[in-house]
Nanobody
Framework: QVQLVESGGGLVQPGGSLRLSCAAS????????MGWYRQAPGKERELVAT???????NYADSVKGRFTISRGDAKNTVYLQMKSLKPEDTAVYYC??????????WGQGTQVTVSS
């Protein structure tokens, strides 16, 4: 079992920045990758960015060049630096971890609202 706790969401104006953080606990030795997904009202949950233990990253086209994913040295934390935020980035952001057995765990979600 892996438990995830997110922080860092909030309200920001268009063009602003936010940094999300997520810390994993429990069976962290089983983690193969960590990342972020988001779900806007009325829409399906979608991938934002992921990063494997080996450093391979994957970004949604809509956030390339604006968002940066990073992992902590201990590999049980993941961060999402978001810049040039747009109203369409408004969503609940979920931290995700995938284990070496391809099992997914999710955080409780943190709201990001981009509005003037």
């Amino acid at each position: 079992q892996v438990q995830l706790v997110e922080s860092g969401g909030g309200l920001v104006q268009p063009g602003g920045s936010l940094r999300l953080s997520c810390a994993a606990s429990g069976s962290i030795f089983s983690i193969a990758a960590m990342g972020w997904y988001r779900q806007a009202p009325g829409k399906e949950r979608e991938l934002v960015a992921t990063k494997t233990n080996s450093g391979r990253t994957n970004y949604a086209d809509s956030v390339k060049g604006r968002f940066t994913i990073s992992r902590g040295d201990a590999k049980n934390t993941v961060y999402l630096q978001m810049k040039s935020l747009k109203p369409e980035d408004t969503a609940v952001y979920y931290c995700n971890t995938r284990t070496i057995l391809s099992r997914d765990y999710w955080g409780q979600g943190t709201q990001v609202t981009v509005s003037s």
